[in-house]
């Protein structure tokens, strides 16, 4: 047979056929009916120029408020420069990153590993801890989440997103703030556990703060059995809570802190920050895309930000003053979280407020189980935006 142009070879027909069909995004999101187009500080405008109040910071994303000129200024110019380079060579805006980052995290001494998300992040300080003491066991805790990564999701409190490739014995669930179940596990198999990874603040499990009694346990038993105490501030990191962790507002230090969401204001960027008594070899992590010249320059501006215009004591603030006014409505059960995460459980009856709010008052914010409004905002939020907030929930409360 003479394959021609008038009688191609079936496999082209084949491909040709596929390829006519038009691709379709992998439906895994559910999603606010909304195209946001534009953003500025904490507002952002849809494309048909609709106004609205940002109170999730895109899934606590937004540290320093969308489009933030030094921000835009520091990744253009970046840009200009070069965006990347591998790992191979060295990347003099990476050692800036880790200066200033452990300057303004009080962390000097420590060591920074970067990656592209909170998951790797978590995956990595895992992984690590696990080189270190040459162990397997890890602790994680109900409420949980860590990422969906292998390992990150095996420690995520959710059997539903757990494939079962990810499925380990090696992850021991123990009940969030039970000092004494933790006390226990310790006494049973301390010499087995390789890590404990917590978050100071639990997101996705509804803004629970972690007590400082638990944290400073973690810190105790890691400490007298060699563990490694993870600190996921993935969400409640980089200022968000008031303090740049929010583990050490309990007065501890952890030994590896694994961040990302804020770190680069929307820029793919995680990192985490390694105690000095973790040594590093050649080989030992390694990521392709992680601390990148833009990431970096993306985090750099981050940082100058939060450090010039003091946006960590504003977190605090501004966290207490809505905490404040949201413990004043009586339709409110209970406010939670610390700084600028906070969480609003509304009984069940309130269940659409949440939808209220974007539709009727135009202001975004986020959930969890079962009826919890999270707010994330940007960390440089202005007082005149959280009171039109506090105005909106105010006027959706008084319908019921
Ligand atoms: C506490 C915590 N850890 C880890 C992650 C995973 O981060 P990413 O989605 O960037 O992988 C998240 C994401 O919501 C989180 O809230």
């Not at 995680?270 to 050649?282: D, E, H, R, T, Y």
Request: charged share 20%; glycine share 8%.
């Amino acid at each position: 047979m003479i394959y021609s142009i008038n009688n191609p070879v079936p496999v082209l027909r084949k491909s040709q056929e596929l390829f006519s069909k038009k691709m379709k995004l992998f439906d895994v999101y559910a999603i606010n009916p909304v195209e946001i187009a534009r953003g500025e500080g904490s507002i952002v405008w849809d494309n048909h120029g609709n106004e609205y109040l940002d109170m999730y910071g895109g899934h606590a994303v937004i540290s320093i408020g969308h489009t933030h000129p030094h921000y835009v200024k520091r990744i253009t110019d970046q840009l200009r420069q070069i965006g990347f380079y591998s790992n191979s060579v060295e990347i003099p805006v990476q050692v800036q990153l880790a200066e200033l980052l452990g300057n303004v995290s009080g962390k000097s001494g420590f060591q920074l590993f970067l990656c592209n998300s909170g998951a790797e992040a978590n995956e990595n300080a895992l992984k690590l801890a696990s080189f270190y003491n040459n162990r397997k066991k890890v602790i994680a805790f109900t409420g949980a989440f860590h990422g969906r990564t292998s390992l990150a999701v095996a420690a995520t409190h959710n059997a539903k997103i757990v494939a079962p490739v990810n499925e380990t014995d090696n992850v021991l669930f123990l009940p969030f703030n039970d000092t004494e179940a933790l006390t226990r596990a310790f006494a049973a198999y301390g010499e087995e556990i390789s890590s404990v990874i917590v978050e100071g603040i639990q997101g996705v499990g509804g803004i629970k703060v972690a007590s400082y009694e638990f944290l400073k346990q973690i810190r105790n038993l890691t400490s007298q059995y060699d563990a490694i105490f993870i600190a996921d501030s993935v969400q409640c990191g980089y200022g968000r809570s008031g303090a740049f962790y929010s583990h050490d507002l309990a007065g501890i230090e952890a030994d590896i802190y694994s961040m990302a969401k804020g770190m680069g204001n929307g820029f793919p960027i995680g990192g985490i920050a390694i105690s000095p008594k973790i040594k590093p070899w050649i080989g030992m992590l390694g990521t392709t895309f992680g601390g990148n010249h833009l990431a970096c320059a993306a985090a750099l501006a981050v940082l100058e930000v939060i450090e010039q215009d003091k946006l960590i004591e504003h977190a605090a603030n501004m966290g207490t003053y809505l905490m404040d006014e949201l413990n004043k409505m009586d339709k409110v059960l209970e406010v939670r979280g610390k700084g600028l995460m906070i969480g609003i459980d509304l009984p069940e009856e309130l269940s659409t407020v949440k939808k209220d709010l974007l539709t009727k008052n135009r202001i975004f914010t986020g959930e969890a189980k079962p009826n919890v409004i999270r707010l994330l905002p940007a960390l440089n939020i202005t007082k005149a935006h959280a009171d039109c907030f506090l105005e909106a929930l105010d006027e959706r409360l008084r319908e019921f």
